[in-house]
């Protein structure tokens, strides 16, 4: 198994070109790796082929997720910028309707979202354009909708915009700084927990580390031995590679669009290497 996982942030609307709009090319990232003759498949299933749980065929593979989990992800929007933006879910839609079904029959895209809505709120506020674009309302129908899933984000990604106090000691706007066992169960545990109401009767099973901040309490205490307990599988850092059986199941790599790559050529030599 080598099966790149590619990331992408719906926030990141710097313009209405390809380097500088995750939108823009999600979209187009479909169309090529369509034509590269490659599958799209659910990140589950990469996990659940890494823990012997399936024996899927997963041979020219490639897996999609988004972090976040702002409006942007489900809803075209407009920005105040940059205009009518496509949202990843619509850029899915629409990819199916022009190539039918059977182009991409697994077609998927994992969005790991932030729990808390008084975190989400603030988020909008200070670091979007205080449009309530960090709703929660579509989440149930991105669910159903069979085409993404939704997967634990943290509760408040540590934000910095978060300028009370963190419970525990915790140092707001870094998650290296979740490193003992009370500050990881409100940081994970509650976001799982929150989840888990939310979605009924689908849980959460993945983590994604804010940020891409992994540090060794996490990966390899407190997830390998509370991770399960709670309900996770896995867990998603960065790391620029492919996901293989010999990936660490707490730090599964991930390759992010504007930073690992910005260009369609760039992201053609990373998933024909």
């Known amino acids: 198994m080598q099966v790149p996982i590619l990331t992408y942030h719906g926030v990141n609307i710097a313009g209405n070109d390809y380097a500088g709009n995750d939108h823009v090319a999600f979209a187009a990232d479909l169309e090529l790796i369509h034509a590269l003759g490659l599958r799209i498949v659910p990140v589950q299933w990469v996990v659940d082929q890494l823990l012997g749980r399936a024996q899927r065929d997963l041979r020219r593979c490639v897996a999609l997720t988004c972090d976040d989990g702002s409006n942007f992800d489900y809803d075209d929007l407009d920005h105040p910028e940059h205009g009518r933006q496509l949202s990843f879910y619509n850029a899915l839609r629409r990819f199916r309707e022009r190539h039918g079904e059977r182009a991409q029959p697994?077609?998927?895209?994992?969005?790991?979202?932030?729990?808390?809505?008084?975190?989400?709120?603030?988020?909008?506020?200070?670091?979007l354009v205080g449009r309530?674009?960090?709703?929660?309302?579509?989440?149930?129908?991105?669910?159903?909708?069979?085409?993404?899933a939704i997967e634990n984000h943290s509760w408040d990604h540590n934000h910095p915009c978060l300028t009370d106090t963190g419970p525990h000691g915790l140092v707001r706007?870094?998650?290296?700084?979740?490193?003992?066992?009370?500050?990881?169960?409100?940081?994970?545990?509650?976001?799982?927990?929150?989840?888990?109401?939310?979605?009924?009767?689908?849980?959460?099973?993945?983590?994604?580390?804010?940020?891409?901040?992994?540090?060794?309490?996490?990966?390899?205490?407190?997830?390998?031995?509370?991770?399960?307990?709670?309900?996770?599988?896995?867990?998603?850092?960065?790391?620029?590679?492919?996901v293989t059986a010999r990936s660490d199941r707490w730090n599964l790599p991930r390759y992010i669009c504007g930073w690992h790559w910005r260009s369609p050529e760039a992201l053609n030599s990373i998933l024909t290497a």
Not at 137 to 145: E, Q
Not at 197 to 209: D, E, G, I, S, T
């Open 106 to 127: 697994d077609l998927h895209l994992t969005s790991f979202v932030i729990a808390d809505p008084v975190a989400r709120k603030r988020m909008d506020e200070q670091c």
């Open 132 to 148: 309530d674009w960090m709703q929660s309302r579509w989440w149930r129908a991105a669910l159903d909708s069979g085409l993404v």
């Open 173 to 242: 706007g870094d998650f290296h700084a979740v490193a003992n066992e009370a500050q990881a169960e409100f940081e994970i545990t509650q976001a799982q927990h929150f989840l888990a109401q939310q979605l009924a009767p689908r849980a959460p099973r993945l983590f994604c580390y804010p940020f891409g901040h992994v540090n060794d309490f996490l990966r390899a205490d407190w997830l390998p031995r509370r991770g399960p307990a709670v309900g996770l599988d896995a867990a998603f850092g960065d790391g620029a590679c492919r």
